[in-house]
């Protein structure tokens, strides 16, 4: 029962320590009847869109402290297939909430098929007029990573002045419009002209710079916040951060929603000035979007009217099909990537 495909999934070859490099994946397939059991609740979905996330690269470490602290940082194994959010379309199903041809969104993986056991973690998906990819990104995870993290963990108020690291980037770019849309004044930093340029002239950011030509962190800083930072939304970590925590005013406070440059060098660990941290009384939080559910429907349909308004801009790089996975995956590291990276494995 069941047509019978050829799946082609994405693995790693073995452990990754470092920064990732296309030649640590491999393309696999593997013969996957489109049956489920009835019963069984087992879904199998062909997979649509998927997103690529820095946090995976955790994932593959041999060893890293983030393996046991929630359910879906747990370590992927060497030929594994590995899970990953996204949209696609339901093939066949053993579970009683959901038929064939329904979307879904969730957990599924980086290959052409899923096979979502107890189809756990899966939600159907009412696309509500936008496309699917917008699932995926703004409407996604890291929409709200980017909307919970900024309003629930930063509290701005109006007027506030609020800096962001990797400004164009999936997370990055959401913070920094949802700063400006409240009223607050917002700097990014990223790390290419066309990058700065794209914040300053298509986002609505006060201003933003190139890190990578800086060479004083602190005093680039103290050049675009001469008046201080209330505010520091942290995606890279180690020098950012440090150099942020010098400029912070007091009562400041620092989201911590990511330390990529920690992924790649577990040597770049920041080393804050303590005596800022208590004197100038600064809140340094880190937080998982998987955390903030109880903001989902505030954002989703604040976002939805943004959309629908014209009044943020959807930043999305999309790659096509499964054999782009690796060099999407190993992109973020090296800053390839404009805005949220999806790769686009089928079309609907
Ligand atoms: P992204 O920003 O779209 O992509 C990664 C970007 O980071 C790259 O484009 C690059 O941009 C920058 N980057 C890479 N290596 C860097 C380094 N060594 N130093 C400084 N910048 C570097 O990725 P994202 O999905 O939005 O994630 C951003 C951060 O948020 C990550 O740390 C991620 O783990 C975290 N995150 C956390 C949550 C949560 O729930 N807490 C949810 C989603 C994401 P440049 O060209 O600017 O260098």
Avoid at 129 to 145: D, E, R, T
Avoid at 161 to 170: D, L, M, P, R
Avoid at 230 to 254: K, P, Q, S, T, W
Avoid at 278 to 299: C, E, H, P, S, W
Wanted: aromatic residues 10%; charged residues 20%; glycine residues 10%.
């Amino acid at each position: 029962m069941g047509m019978e495909v050829i799946n082609k999934y994405v693995t790693i070859k073995t452990h990754i320590d470092g920064a990732p490099q296309d030649s640590d994946f491999e393309l696999k397939t593997a013969a996957l009847r489109l049956w489920a059991e009835p019963g069984s609740n087992d879904v199998i979905v062909k997979n649509l869109h998927v997103s690529i996330d820095p946090y995976q690269l955790n994932r593959m470490k041999s060893y890293s402290s983030s393996h046991r602290a929630i359910n879906f940082a747990v370590p992927i194994s060497p030929g594994m297939d590995i899970d990953a959010y996204g949209v696609g379309r339901v093939v066949a199903s053993g579970h009683p909430e959901f038929e064939e041809d329904d979307l879904v969104v969730g957990l599924i993986s980086w290959g052409e098929y899923s096979v979502v056991k107890g189809g756990n973690m899966l939600r159907k998906l009412d696309p509500m007029g936008f496309p699917l990819s917008n699932h995926v990104g703004i409407l996604g995870f890291s929409g709200l990573a980017a909307h919970g993290g900024f309003f629930q963990v930063c509290k701005p108020k109006k007027g506030e002045k609020v800096f962001v690291s990797a400004a164009s980037g999936s997370v990055g770019n959401l913070v920094g419009q949802y700063a400006k849309l409240f009223g607050c004044y917002v700097v990014g930093c990223a790390g290419s002209k066309q990058k700065v340029n794209l914040l300053k002239e298509k986002l609505g950011f006060d201003d933003a710079f190139n890190y990578k030509e800086e060479t004083d962190l602190k005093s680039t800083l103290k050049r675009y916040f001469p008046d201080g930072i209330d505010i520091y939304f942290d995606n890279v970590g180690a020098e950012m951060l440090e150099a942020a925590v010098a400029n912070m005013n007091i009562f400041g406070r620092v989201a911590v929603c990511g330390v990529i440059s920690q992924y790649t060098d577990s040597g770049k660990r920041a080393a804050p000035d303590m005596l800022d941290i208590v004197y100038k009384r600064i809140t340094i939080q880190g937080f998982l979007a998987a955390d903030l559910m109880n903001g989902y429907t505030d954002f989703i349909s604040t976002t939805q009217d943004y959309l629908n308004d014209g009044k943020i801009q959807v930043i999305e790089d999309i790659s096509q099909g499964v054999e782009s996975i690796p060099s999407a995956f190993v992109g973020l590291f090296r800053g390839d990537n404009v805005g949220k990276k999806i790769v686009k494995i089928a079309d609907e």
